[in-house]
């Protein structure tokens, strides 16, 4: 039997994200009152700009006085979106100390404050949920926290932004180059005027953090995350990717170490194969692969950003807990139990792939060798590029007679392959490290 009395929304922020959540509350209200087994009603809409005019939503409801809206005391949920770390963060801790339950998209602020956050809903009883924070539409922590709650994860990896998966699948398609690339991904509405929370890695670092403390039952905050940005991404290393069979991803990788005592998590850009399934994911698209001890290889994929996408995780979220008020219980707060230390980059285990500007004389290659042999670093294989090969080294050399050459390591820890490298920028032979990526999903 529904219940008549309906379940009050507060909806703070009515932009892109917002406008949706509310038009799909207003055209989709019977079909959510028989999902949550009661209406829902949206109470207030608080935003900066009253004036403008926001067509499906009562003008009575509007308000710039988000701090009297959360406060009301009929408020059953209370819906952020409007991002960034204050005054969300005062407003999302007052809304659950006066009795309401917080859905929100803020990913920079969980990944900062999500344990504060989770304290307090744990101490006033309320639900804290955020699917949309971390990829869009894509299900993928209700599955991570709930579904898998009874596996072992071991590894998450994924494209969690967008933007940057446009700029670099188009970068692969077309031979363009990054700034190329981006001026198509800024007229076409996928990058935003200031690109830098993208580009630089700060968004897919916030999910990244997000992502493992949720997999490893463990707390992540945003600073334990290792970030690097994909700016200097050119397309000379798409063209090694081509010939090593491979492409290049802005990636999120969470996992555990191989004593299983402590998790990494970190963003950069890496070669992957293109037979792993997160090669495939093409234009803004967004997908995640998680590996687990029973479950084994998993993979979500979907839009990972705009309006309709995002408010669709807003709007999972909200009958998930309007449903948990109404039957007086809460979902899953925060668990972590595990209490595993973040350890730092340099432990992590990876291959590379490194260009080097060398100079064309005998014996350059027995030198790089001994570097990587003097840093315990193994070398998988050597690549020539250039027009002739000089007589003395496999180095292939070009026509003003310098030479380039591509090593390709096996596994080995992230602090001796960064410790190679600045061996090899100190050799009189080493003209230049042209790139360097880590190679990954193999």
């Known amino acids: 039997m529904m219940r008549t009395r309906p379940l009050k929304v507060a909806l703070l922020g009515c932009g892109v994200v917002g406008s949706e959540v509310a038009r799909i509350m207003t055209t989709h209200a019977d079909d959510l009152a028989a999902r949550i087994g009661a209406p829902v009603?949206?109470?207030?809409?608080?935003?900066?700009?009253?004036?403008?005019?926001?067509?499906?939503?009562?003008p009575a409801l509007v308000t710039t006085d988000a701090t009297a809206l959360v406060k009301r005391g009929d408020i059953d949920v209370v819906v952020e979106v409007i991002g960034g770390?204050?005054?969300?963060?005062?407003?999302?801790?007052?809304?659950?100390?006066h009795g309401a339950s917080v859905v929100s998209a803020n990913k920079a602020l969980l990944a900062q404050d999500?344990?504060?956050?989770?304290?307090?809903?744990?101490?006033?009883?309320q639900d804290l949920y955020y699917e949309a924070a971390v990829a869009g539409a894509i299900?993928?922590?209700r599955p991570l926290r709930e579904s898998l709650a009874g596996d072992k994860i071991n590894r998450v990896m994924g494209i969690v932004n967008g933007t940057t998966n446009f700029i670099l699948d188009k970068m692969d398609?077309?031979?363009?180059?990054?700034?190329?690339?981006?001026?198509?991904?800024?007229?076409?509405?996928y990058a935003e005027a200031d690109p830098t929370a993208d580009v630089e890695g700060f968004d897919a670092a916030a999910k990244a953090a997000i992502l493992a403390g949720i997999a490893f039952h463990t707390r992540v905050r945003l600073d334990d995350v290792h970030r690097e940005g994909m700016t200097e991404v050119t397309a000379a290393d798409f063209a090694s990717?081509?010939?090593?069979?491979?492409?290049?991803?802005l990636l999120a990788i969470c996992e555990r170490t191989a004593d299983g005592e402590s998790v990494t998590a970190r963003v950069h850009p890496a070669m992957i194969p293109l037979s792993h399934p997160l090669a495939s994911v093409r234009g803004a698209y967004n997908a995640v692969f998680v590996e687990s001890d029973a479950a084994g290889q998993l993979m979500f994929y979907g839009p990972g950003a705009g309006g309709s996408p995002t408010a669709s995780a807003v709007l999972g979220d909200l009958v998930a807990v309007c449903r948990n008020r109404l039957s007086g219980a809460t979902g899953p707060g925060e668990s972590a139990y595990a209490a595993l230390p973040v350890s730092p980059m340099g432990d992590v285990v990876t291959r590379y792939h490194i260009s080097l500007d060398v100079a064309d004389k005998p014996g350059v290659l027995?030198?790089?060798?001994?570097?990587?042999?003097?840093?315990?670093?193994?070398?998988?294989?050597?690549?020539?590029?250039?027009?002739?090969?000089?007589?003395?080294?496999?180095?292939?050399?070009?026509?003003?007679?310098?030479a380039s050459l591509v090593v390709v390591t096996h596994r080995a820890s992230d602090a001796a392959l960064s410790g190679t490298?600045?061996?090899?920028?100190?050799?009189?032979?080493?003209?230049?490290?042209?790139?360097?990526?880590?190679?990954?999903?193999e």
């Open 41 to 58: 009603e949206l109470a207030g809409v608080a935003v900066r700009r009253p004036s403008k005019v926001r067509q499906g939503i009562d």
């Open 85 to 97: 770390i204050e005054p969300a963060r005062t407003l999302i801790t007052t809304a659950l100390e």
């Open 114 to 125: 999500g344990a504060a956050l989770h304290a307090a809903a744990e101490e006033h009883g």
């Open 139 to 141: 299900p993928l922590i």
């Open 173 to 189: 398609s077309t031979g363009a180059g990054y700034q190329e690339a981006l001026d198509e991904a800024t007229a076409l509405g």
């Open 241 to 249: 990717a081509k010939e090593m069979g491979c492409t290049i991803k």
């Open 366 to 402: 027995a030198q790089v060798a001994t570097v990587f042999a003097e840093h315990g670093v193994s070398i998988d294989t050597v690549r020539q590029q250039g027009r002739n090969q000089s007589s003395g080294d496999a180095v292939a050399v070009d026509q003003d007679g310098e």
């Open 421 to 441: 490298v600045e061996a090899l920028r100190k050799l009189d032979t080493v003209r230049g490290v042209a790139s360097m990526m880590r190679v990954e999903g």
